[in-house]
């Protein structure tokens, strides 16, 4: 089992349509994957067609002192091989919680290890917000997938990003591989093309030399949420979706090789 969180303490960069897209490529690649959604927005579980009133099963449950088995949670969908794990609103509230109970930065390491051999890949879909829920994504991670929109203000929170990976790291004594993938991408402006120059002087080989274009297509949930109209219709954002999958495969195996 490998375990990709995909974060940014930013909003709207992309992280559910990379956690989509990532998994859907995975999962028609033939491995059996999991997504985990862990925003209290929930986009990713609505995108699926699960409502979040009533409040769903989801990921909040495994925060519970006796929380139930992991495969109990998964929901499977169109896409063969594809399961998710539903967030549920309350999730916000958890940070209070953690307070009075301890060991929840854990809870989802803990699951993964209960559970998570059934699965190849398990991806975690952040909330925007350096709290719990991320640092718990974090701790499990073999891999944080970092996606940034192509603009200045961008490379702020990608910095703010790199420095939390870089903490938890630190404190779980374990490597954790950082891969920046460039989104929404603009190629007819000056902004887009020199932002991506920025990011790659700045963070090398961490930094993928290619760019996930701004296509509408993209939003649309039928692309990455069933099994066939993308496959007929790959787009743009779906091909530069496929062709970042090989470059985080071969990252990993690369990474792998040089921690042996
Ligand atoms: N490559 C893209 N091209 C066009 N629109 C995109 C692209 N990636 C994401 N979007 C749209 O941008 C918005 C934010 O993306 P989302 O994945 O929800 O970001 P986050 O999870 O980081 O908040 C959504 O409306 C999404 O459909
Ligand atoms: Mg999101």
């Known amino acids: 089992m490998r375990v990709w969180a995909i974060a940014?303490?930013?909003?709207?960069?992309?992280?559910?349509?990379?956690?989509?897209?990532?998994?859907?490529?995975l999962a028609m690649r033939g491995h059996r994957v999991l997504l985990v959604d862990l925003d209290p927005h929930a986009?990713?579980?609505?995108?699926?067609?699960?409502?979040?009133?009533?409040?769903?099963?989801?990921?909040?449950?495994?925060?519970?002192?006796?929380?139930p088995a992991l495969a109990s949670l998964a929901r499977?969908?169109?896409?063969?091989?594809?399961?998710?794990?539903?967030?549920?609103?309350?999730l916000a509230t958890l940070e209070?919680?953690?307070?009075t109970q301890p060991g929840l930065g854990l809870a989802l390491s803990n699951a993964l290890a209960r559970g998570g051999h059934a699965w190849d890949f398990v991806l975690f879909d952040c909330p925007p917000t350096l709290g719990l829920l991320m640092v718990n994504a974090l701790a499990?991670?073999?891999?944080?997938?970092?996606?940034?929109?192509?603009?200045?203000?961008?490379?702020?929170?990608?910095k703010g990003m790199c420095r939390t990976a870089d903490m938890i790291q630190r404190s779980r004594h374990r490597v954790l591989p950082v891969s920046i993938l460039p989104t929404l991408?603009?190629?007819?402006?000056?902004?887009?093309?020199?932002?991506l120059k920025a990011m790659q002087d700045e963070y090398g080989e961490r930094v993928w030399n290619d760019a996930i274009p701004n296509d509408t297509r993209i939003c649309s949930v039928d692309?990455?949420?069933?099994?066939?109209?993308?496959?007929?219709?790959?787009?743009?954002?779906?091909s530069a979706y496929r062709r970042a999958l090989d470059w985080l495969l071969l990252t990993e195996a690369r990474d792998t090789e040089q921690a042996a």
């Open 76 to 90: 499977a969908t169109e896409i063969e091989n594809l399961s998710f794990i539903a967030a549920q609103t309350p």
């Open 8 to 25: 940014n303490q930013k909003g709207g960069v992309g992280k559910t349509t990379t956690t989509l897209a990532l998994g859907r490529g």
């Open 223 to 238: 692309a990455l949420t069933r099994s066939s109209p993308a496959a007929q219709y790959p787009g743009r954002g779906l």
């Open 140 to 158: 499990a991670a073999d891999h944080v997938i970092i996606p940034t929109q192509t603009e200045p203000l961008a490379l702020h929170g990608l």
């Open 96 to 99: 209070r919680r953690s307070a």
């Open 43 to 67: 986009s990713l579980t609505r995108a699926f067609g699960v409502a979040t009133d009533p409040q769903p099963a989801g990921v909040l449950d495994l925060f519970d002192e006796q929380p």
């Open 185 to 195: 991408y603009d190629k007819r402006t000056r902004t887009g093309a020199d932002t």
